[in-house]
Nanobody, 126 residues
Framework: EVQLVESGGGLVQAGGSLRLSCAAS????????IGWFRQGPGKEREGVSC????????YYSDSAKGRFTVSSDIPKNTVYLQMNDLKPEDTAVYYC???????????????????WGQGTLVTVSS
């Protein structure tokens, strides 16, 4: 059974930083890509950043480029999302998701994943 557990969300002032973690079990990063998605108030869910160990690729949405960094710790089976220079518009519930490897861009931009985490709330105050 695939399990994804996010942590690290919270309240931060604009310009601050947070690091989200996604601890995965039941999968290996050789076979599964991991993505970070978010859904803000009144907005559709969007792919923020995705990583494919198998394809050796990372993907960032336009809103994430230059501010967010995705990385993976293979021995810990954990993916991180370092978020810097946070803005109020980054306020959202952030989810990690897993999908059998398709590449980071396809994971972030195409619909359909194999498993979701429960989400962690990020609130950025102005």
């Amino acid at each position: 059974e695939v399990q994804l557990v996010e942590s690290g969300g919270g309240l931060v002032q604009a310009g601050g930083s947070l690091r989200l973690s996604c601890a995965a079990s039941g999968i290996t990063f050789d076979d599964y890509d991991i993505g970070w998605f978010r859904q803000g108030p009144g907005k559709e869910r969007e792919g923020v950043s995705c990583i494919s160990y198998n394809h050796g690729s990372t993907y960032y949405s336009d809103s994430a480029k230059g501010r967010f960094t995705v990385s993976s710790d293979i021995p810990k089976n954990t993916v991180y999302l370092q978020m810097n220079d946070l803005k109020p518009e980054d306020t959202a519930v952030y989810y990690c998701a897993a999908k059998r490897t398709v590449g980071s861009r396809r994971l972030c931009r195409d619909s359909g994943v194999d498993a979701w985490g429960q989400g962690t709330l990020v609130t950025v105050s102005s």
